[in-house]
C-alpha cells in the first residue's frame, strides 16, 4: 500500500474567487493607514510613475553630456529611495495574492493528478486480485471528506481515539480509524471484518478505538440434564474436539440420570492495601475490622454503594504496617467488581476519618485476588463456589465411554490428583476445567481474563454400588461470573445466556440468573472432564485430536 502522506484537501490552499460578499467587519491590515485606502493607493502609483519618469530624464541628460551614471546627487537618491519603497508596497499590495492563487491552482492541479494515478494503480491492484479476493476488499473510505479526517489521523491532527466523540457516528470513526492504521503501518487488515457489528453497542463500555472485530465460531453441546432441567451449552472456541468431547459427557450424565449441583458461597471480593506509620497502629485497624460489634457500622457504609451491594465479611491480613483488607459481598445478577469498589471505597473514606494516619495505598492490594492464579482464592473461594456431581453407570462407561470405572479411578488419581501435585498445581487438579470454562466465558460474554481463577477445579471420581458404577464430582470455588454489564448485553452474548434462559438479572430473586450460570459452568466442566479422561483411559485422545482438531487446507485462501 502506497501510504505517502499529503496534504488534506481541505487544507490545501484554494485560488480566490471573486465576492459579492463584503468583508466581515474587524481589524484589518489597511486599518492601520492614516489615509484612506484608495487614497493612499493613488499616492503611491502617482510616486511610483513620478520618480521613474523623472530618473528616466536625469539618466538620459547624463548619457548626452557623458557624466557617470554612478553618480547621484541627493534628490536623484531620494528619488530612487521613492521608487523602491513605491515598488515593494505595489508589489506587496497586488502581487502577494496573484503568486498565491497561482501557486495554489498548480498545487492543486499536481495533487489531483497524483490522485487520478493512485487511483489507477489501485484499479490495477484490484484486478490482479482473484475474483474471490476482489468481493471482499472493503472500500478504504466513502467520501471524499473521509478521505481527508483519515489525513489528518495520519499527521496526529485528530487524534484516533476522539474520532467517535467527534464525528457522532460509531461505525464512520471505525472505518477511517482503520483506514488510517493501515497507511500508518503499510499493513492490510482485509481479513478483519468491519461491517456487521453495533459498534455503539461497545462505546465506553467494552472496547476503545475498534478497528474491526475477531470472529470465534460458536458450537453448542447438550442437553445438559442438571438438577432435573436441561439445558442446552453455547461454547465459543476455536479448538476442535471441545464441543464433541463436552456433548459426550453429556450423553454419558444423560443417559445415566443428570447431575446435581450445589452453590456453597457467592461473593466478589475486593482488598484494598493501606499503610501506617507503625505495625501496631496497623494492628489496632485489623482488631477493629474483626469486631463483630463493628460490623453493622461498616456495612452500612458499605451498602450505599448499591442496591444489590450486601458486605458479607471481612479478611484481614497484617504485612508489617501494612494491612490488607479483603472486603466480600453480594453482587445480586452481575459479576460485580465495580459494585464491590465502589463499596470498598466507601468505607475507606470512614476509616479515613477514624485513622487520620492511615495512608491509602491502593484500591487494590492483590489480595482478593483478580485474574491471578492464588490460594486465597482457592481456599476461600471468589465469586460463586459450586460443586457439581454425578453417578455414570457402568453400561454407560463402556458404551459410550468405552472404558470401565477402575480404570478412570486410578487414571484421576495418578493424573488430576498425584501428577498435579507434582507440577505444583494451584487449583489445577483436573483434565481441562480452563477449555470449558472459556469457551462459556466467551460464549456469554464474560470476562476472559477471570478464567484464571475461575477454572481452578479439583475433578474427584470414586467407586461406587460395589464398584460397579462411577461418582464423579468437580469442586471449583471461584466461578466469578454475571448476567448484566459488560459484555453480557452485546448482542451475540445476549443471544447465548436467553439460550441458557439466564439472560439479564432475574425477576425473581437477585443473583438467581449468575448463580445458575455458575451452576451450569460446573456442569459443563463435570461433562468435559468425564469425557477426555475416559478418551485418555480408552486411548482416543490423539486418534480424536488427528481427525478434528488437525486441517490439512489452506485456511489463508478459505478465508479470502
Known amino acids: 500500500m502506497d501510504v505517502r502522506r499529503r496534504p488534506s484537501k481541505a487544507l490545501r490552499p484554494a485560488p480566490k474567487e471573486p465576492s459579492s460578499v463584503p468583508e466581515p467587519t474587524g481589524a484589518k491590515a489597511s486599518d492601520a493607514l492614516p489615509l484612506p485606502l484608495y487614497f493612499t493607493n493613488a499616492l503611491f502609483f502617482t510616486l511610483f510613475f513620478s520618480v521613474a519618469y523623472y530618473l528616466l530624464l536625469r539618466w538620459r541628460d547624463k548619457i548626452r553630456n557623458s557624466v557617470p551614471l554612478h553618480v547621484v546627487t541627493f534628490s536623484e537618491l531620494a528619488a530612487i529611495l521613492s521608487l523602491i519603497a513605491s515598488f515593494i508596497y505595489l508589489l506587496g499590495f497586488f502581487g502577494i495574492d496573484f503568486v498565491q492563487s497561482f501557486i495554489a491552482r498548480a498545487s492543486n492541479e499536481a495533487w489531483d493528478l497524483v490522485d487520478e494515478e493512485e487511483g489507477e494503480d489501485h484499479r490495477h491492484r484490484l484486478m490482479d486480485c482473484s475474483p474471490s479476493m476482489a468481493d471482499h476488499i472493503i472500500p478504504a473510505v466513502s467520501s471524499a471528506e473521509d478521505e481527508e479526517i483519515v489525513d489528518l489521523v495520519v499527521k496526529g491532527s485528530i487524534p484516533s481515539y476522539a474520532l467517535e466523540e467527534q464525528l457522532g457516528d460509531c461505525k464512520r470513526a471505525v472505518r477511517i480509524r482503520r483506514e488510517a492504521l493501515q497507511r500508518i503501518t503499510r499493513r492490510s487488515l482485509q481479513g478483519l471484518p468491519l461491517d456487521g457489528f453495533d459498534y455503539g453497542s461497545i462505546l465506553k463500555q467494552c472496547c476503545e478505538m475498534p478497528v474491526g472485530y475477531v470472529q470465534i465460531p460458536v458450537g453448542v453441546a447438550g442437553p445438559l440434564l442438571l438438577d432435573s432441567f436441561e439445558y442446552i451449552v453455547p461454547m465459543a472456541t476455536t479448538e476442535g474436539c471441545i464441543v464433541a468431547s463436552t456433548n459426550r459427557g453429556f450423553k454419558g450424565i444423560y443417559a445415566s440420570g443428570g447431575a446435581t449441583s450445589t452453590i456453597l458461597r457467592d461473593g466478589m471480593t475486593r482488598a484494598p492495601v493501606v499503610r501506617f506509620p507503625s505495625a ?281
Open 280 to 560: 501496631s497502629r496497623a494492628c489496632h485497624l485489623k482488631f477493629f475490622l474483626d469486631n463483630p460489634s463493628n460490623f453493622q457500622t461498616l456495612a452500612d457504609e458499605f451498602n450505599k454503594s448499591s442496591n444489590f451491594a450486601r458486605l458479607q465479611g471481612v479478611q484481614c491480613s497484617i504485612a508489617g504496617k501494612n494491612l490488607y483488607m479483603r472486603f466480600s459481598c453480594t453482587t445480586g445478577d452481575a459479576m460485580g467488581m465495580n459494585m464491590v469498589s465502589k463499596g470498598v471505597e466507601n468505607v475507606l473514606a470512614y476509616l479515613r476519618n477514624e485513622y487520620p494516619d492511615m495512608d491509602i495505598i491502593s484500591i487494590s492490594g492483590n489480595f482478593c485476588s483478580d485474574k491471578k492464579p492464588a490460594a486465597i482464592n482457592w481456599i476461600e473461594g471468589r465469586g460463586k463456589s459450586a460443586v457439581c456431581e454425578a453417578v455414570i453407570k457402568e453400561e454407560v462407561l463402556k458404551k459410550v465411554f468405552r472404558t470401565s470405572v477402575a480404570t478412570l479411578v486410578e487414571l484421576n488419581m495418578l493424573k488430576n490428583l498425584a501428577g498435579s501435585a507434582v507440577a505444583g498445581a494451584l487449583g489445577g487438579f483436573n483434565a481441562h476445567a480452563s477449555n470449558i470454562v472459556s469457551a462459556i466465558f466467551i460464549a456469554t460474554g464474560q470476562d476472559p481474563a477471570q478464567n484464571v481463577e475461575s477454572s481452578h477445579c479439583i475433578t474427584m471420581m470414586e467407586a461406587v454400588n460395589d464398584g460397579k458404577d462411577l461418582h464423579i464430582s468437580v469442586t471449583m470455588p471461584s466461578i466469578e461470573v454475571g448476567t448484566i454489564g459488560g459484555g453480557t448485553q452485546l448482542a451475540s452474548q445476549s443471544a447465548c445466556l436467553d439460550l441458557l434462559g439466564v439472560k439479564g438479572a432475574s425477576k425473581e430473586l437477585a443473583g438467581a440468573n449468575s448463580r445458575l450460570l455458575a451452576k451450569i459452568v460446573a456442569g459443563s466442566v463435570l461433562a468435559g472432564e468425564l469425557s477426555l479422561m475416559a478418551a485418555i483411559a480408552s486411548g482416543q485422545l490423539v486418534q480424536s485430536h488427528m481427525k478434528y482438531n488437525r486441517s490439512t487446507k489452506d485456511v489463508s485462501k478459505v478465508g479470502s
